[in-house]
């Protein structure tokens, strides 16, 4: 196997639902139990640090989102490992979790290098896809046709950043498709025009869909309670 094939971070992206129970606590056990919480998530290991985001004003099925990329996959048991032992944990359901690898495309003309999420952009906007099964049936030059139609429209949207990882074989999607923008808005305008190119047909699924927004784990903590 090309050692190229093995260079690609993994990514995992826990989305996390806070029971209504928790709002209930006294308040200083609450401001505990959140100082307690953003303590790990700030003290996880430098090498694979994690990325907070809020979406409680965004989705009513989560809170909030923990995004980490790493070399080696026992860095998310271990981030597991120690977000369970918190006193916040009794209190969190985990309702979505993606599971991918970072690697380039192997479509011509498809941006640069791929890389790990930046902190200058506001928004995250994620989700899973799965591409029909006609779709591995075309020839490479029938897909690289369409996706230069993918991509002739990204270039059009230079401010959107797009940030796609592959999961196949690791997780039930194929792919989780992100995007960095300042603003959403323009991102619906961009989603409007991929609607209406062919290689759409091809798309079995691509829900549910997250907009998240960049918040340090404080304020995404402060946003539920």
Known sequence: MSPSLLE????????????KRWRRLPEDEKRASKKEFASVVAEMDPEAPVTTYGLAGTRGDCDIMLAQSSMGMDTFDETARRINQTHMAGYLDQPYSYLAVRRKTQYKHGGAEPEGLK???????????????????LDQEARQKMMGDHFKIGH????????????????????????????????????????EIPGGFYTESETPIFACVRKSIEEALDAIG
């Open 156 to 195: 059009k949207y230079p401010s959107i950043k797009i940030n796609t990882t592959y999961s196949f074989g690791l997780d039930d999607q194929e792919f989780v498709v992100g995007f960095e923008t300042d603003e959403p808005r323009e991102f619906v305008s961009l989603v409007m025009e991929l609607r």
């Open 119 to 137: 902190d200058e952009y506001k928004y995250f906007i994620v989700y899973p896809m799965v591409k029909k099964r006609e779709w591995y049936q």
């Open 8 to 19: 690609g971070e993994y990514s995992k992206l826990n989305f996390y639902k806070l029971d």
